[in-house]
């Protein structure tokens, strides 16, 4: 059985996104003017998913872990789970909320302050659409389909659960990078902290994966943990970075726990 064509996956999914953000980024730089809505954003992150779908029409899967088109399809569609596989799909990123809020009424004294968040980054009915429907349902739909319903199953086939969270991890991050180059604000610092966000959830999906095979349970739990971290920044950037060491310090207990178990291929 011939090993599935990752490489060409991944620079499938590199090729659609940053072809398609290009135009945005050079926008947002001040170097062209195409008229492009920041919503134009949805259209990168869909390179994934899109990936996904070349590579398999063409190699029919090509790993047992993997599955086909067929499974693929099967996976993002399929709700009837147990209702306790969502109710941690669900509520866990609102749990890292909480446990954010409690970090910092420890550290303030004081709880945070909903007038806070009412006036501002999401004061508005277009800044929490934007959050909901672009920055969570749309990324996460265009994301996950393809890193963890066809890159990490076939990762875990070859290289076991931990090496292939690592390897998969670089590849999710990097892949952000055009996102990243069309917010002038953001600099080297905002990248790299990012990057351990990424590493934290990259652990996470893992975690979630093994536990339910199920795509549509990553694309629900990526699109809930944008939505409750962008709520955690919209109360104050002290909440925000609690809400990440929170899900950091969660990964490291996960990688403790898949240590300590060491099962075959760990």
């Known amino acids: 059985m011939h090993k599935p064509p990752l490489l060409t996956y991944i620079a499938l999914a590199y090729l659609w996104t940053w072809v398609t953000t ?3 980024l050079l926008q947002k730089r001040g170097l062209a003017d195409f008229g492009l809505p920041d919503a134009w954003e949805a259209v990168g992150a869909f390179g994934p998913f899109v990936a996904a779908v070349v590579v398999l029409r063409r190699t029919g899967g090509g790993s047992v872990g993997g599955g086909g088109l067929a499974a693929f399809w099967h996976s993002l569609t399929n709700w009837r789970l147990g209702r306790g ?3 941690l799909t669900l509520l866990s990123p609102v749990a890292f909320l909480a446990a954010a809020a409690l ?3 420890l550290q303030t004294g004081a709880p945070p302050s909903l007038s806070a968040l009412a006036s501002g980054r999401l004061g508005t009915l277009h800044a929490l659409v934007d959050l909901v429907l672009v920055g969570a349902v749309l990324q996460a739909l265009g994301e996950e389909p393809g890193w963890r319903g066809y890159l990490l199953p076939r990762m875990l086939d070859r290289f076991g659960r931990l090496p292939a969270t690592l390897l998969l991890f670089p590849v999710w991050w990097l892949w952000h990078l055009p996102f990243f180059l069309g917010r002038p604000e953001f600099g080297l610092p905002q990248f790299l902290g990012f990057g351990l966000g990424i590493l934290s959830a990259s652990v996470w999906m893992t975690f979630l994966w093994e536990r339910t095979r199920s795509t549509l349970v ?3 739990w990526h699109a809930v943990l944008n939505i409750t971290r962008g709520v955690a920044l919209g109360f104050s950037t002290a909440m925000f970075l609690a809400y990440g060491m929170v899900v950091a310090l969660g990964a490291v207990g996960i990688v403790v ?9 760990a």
């Open 22 to 24: 290009l135009p945005l």
């Open 85 to 87: 596989t969502w109710v």
């Open 103 to 105: 970090v910092v009424t």
């Open 218 to 220: 990553a694309v629900a």
């Open 257 to 265: 726990w898949w240590v300590v178990r060491r099962p075959a291929r």
